[in-house]
Each structure stands twice: as structure tokens, then as C-alpha cells.
């Protein structure tokens, strides 16, 4: 096994910096377009995702894969990738240095490895978590390549915490903690393994916005906490993720979550 997490590892690097040295080419160059949903998207969206999905077809042709901007069906496949070809995409195109690629890969529809790379920033976060699951492997959170834990501080004042755009609405005052938005879900979950954050709220990430940074929050000593009491996962097959949010408080340890839960009253806002 330990030789299939290597390569799991390895690809995830290599294909990661492989796009990632494109996307910079493009950073703050091109002209998003408007989804749907209302959120932007860009031609350097859907080239990442091309290029990642076809990696991961040619390296793992037994996986399944389940994008952001392509194959939004979840797969009858024991291992899948979740792709986010770029996380941020509104910081990409207006020349903001704050976005990401993210894969995750799932074993029964429960992630139990995350990678993210932040080109800007020239950061990768990997992280391995098995949850329930019969695997065995490497265990651990890291950036860079190094460990990391979430902070073990009681929150004050001079701690940080993140929200999205989307959750400021719901956030009842005064709060405890410094409130930042960085407008990466990814890395706003990241930021609390990290123990950069005491914690952070998102209101409408999709699974691809989650599955990368999941196992790596969990290995870090993180809690997950859905704000609507919706299990995440396992996923299931032949479901169409595409429409569907997943508000999620994620804080540095049990203990807060009681804390900060009552800041959030998600049963009075409809994002």
C-alpha cells in the first residue's frame, strides 16, 4: 500500500505544479465569464480541468473522476478524484494573488487524501485521513512538506477567523475573534490546519471545494462541522453535485465548535 500512496503523492505534485506554472502565465490576464450560479469562470478553468482530468485518466485509469467544470456525476467507482481545477477564480482574473488547485481522492465516496497547491503563493497542503475506512497508510497534515497541527489557543481577540462573502450576513456581533475573507474555500480551511485560524465558515461550497481540504483538516487535528446538520459523505454514486451547497463551519478543535456555533445561526439565513 505504502507504494500506492507514493505514487498517489507524487502525481499529485508533479500534476499540480505542472498546471499551476500555466496558470500563472495567465494570472490576472483573462476575462472571466458568469456562471449560472453567479460565480465567474475563466478559459484558464476549463484548460486545468482538461489537463488534470486527462492526467488522472492516463495515471489512474481505473478511477473515477468527479470536476468542478466537467463530470459533475459522482462515479460507481471505489476510488475517485474530486477536481478543482482553480479555487478563486474571482482573486485569478482580477489579479488577486490568492488561488489554488485541488485534488482530492475518495475510497467509497469518503476522501482520505487531499492535495492543494497555491501557486502565488509557491505552498503546497497534503494531508492523509482514513476516518472509518479499512486503509492503512502514511497519517499526518502538512505544508510544504512539514507538519502541521491547528492551534490549541482558547480564541481572544488577536486570533483570526475567516467567513465568505456569502456568510458575513449570518455572523452575529460583537465576534471574538479578527474576521478575515480571502475568498479561497479552500484555503480558508486550510488556514485553520494550518493553525493560521482559529476557524472559518463557508456558505455554499461544493464538494469540490471540500474534498481536498477535508482529509488534510482532519489529520491536522481539525473539527468539520456541516452548519445544516447534512452528512457530506460517503458520496453517492449517480448523484449530480453540481447544485448542491454544503455550509460548513470548520473550527481548530472540539471545544469551539459550541463557541462559535451560536455566532452562526444558519436556520435564520437562506444563502
Known amino acids: ?40 469562470i475563466t478559459q484558464s478553468d476549463k484548460w486545468a ?8 485518466a492516463f495515471h489512474f485509469p481505473d478511477h473515477g473522476i468527479l470536476s468542478e467544470e466537467s463530470q459533475r456525476i459522482f462515479p460507481n467507482s471505489e476510488w ?43 505552498t503546497s497542503f497534503h494531508g492523509f485521513w482514513y476516518g472509518q475506512t479499512d486503509l492503512k497508510g502514511p497519517r499526518g497534515a502538512f505544508r510544504n512538506n512539514r507538519p502541521i497541527e491547528t492551534c490549541a489557543d482558547e480564541p481572544t481577540h488577536n486570533h483570526f477567523f475567516n467567513f465568505c462573502s456569502r456568510s458575513i ?35 455554499t461550497p461544493k464538494v469540490w471545494d471540500i474534498c481536498g481540504a477535508y482529509p488534510i483538516v482532519q489529520a491536522a487535528g481539525g473539527v468539520w462541522q456541516p452548519l445544516d446538520n447534512a452528512q457530506i459523505f460517503p458520496l453517492k454514486p449517480g448523484h449530480d453535485y453540481s447544485d448542491r451547497n454544503f455550509p460548513t463551519l470548520v473550527v481548530a478543535k472540539p471545544e469551539l465548535v459550541r463557541i462559535f456555533q451560536p455566532f452562526v445561526p444558519w436556520a435564520k439565513f437562506n444563502p
Not at 49 to 56: F, Q, S, T, Y
Not at 102 to 120: K, Q
Open 169 to 203: 450576513p449570518i455572523v452575529q456581533h460583537p465576534f471574538p475573534c479578527k474576521i478575515r475573507l480571502l475568498g479561497v474555500a479552500s484555503y480558508n480551511f486550510l488556514c485553520v490546519a494550518a493553525g493560521s485560524t482559529i476557524g472559518g465558515v463557508e456558505a
Open 80 to 122: 475517485c478524484w474530486v477536481v478543482d481545477p482553480l479555487d478563486g477564480t474571482t482573486n485569478f482574473a482580477r489579479g488577486i494573488p490568492l488561488w489554488g488547485i485541488s485534488l482530492g481522492l475518495l475510497y467509497r465516496g469518503i476522501p482520505v487524501f487531499g492535495y492543494i497547491y497555491m501557486p502565488p503563493l509557491g
Open 1 to 40: 500500500m505504502k507504494d500506492f500512496w507514493d505514487q498517489v503523492l507524487n502525481f499529485a505534485k508533479t500534476t499540480c505544479n505542472k498546471v499551476g506554472s500555466e496558470l500563472l502565465a495567465d494570472f490576472g490576464q483573462v476575462q472571466p465569464s458568469e456562471k449560472k450560479d453567479g460565480s465567474l
Open 49 to 56: 480541468d482538461e489537463e488534470l482530468c486527462k492526467a488522472i
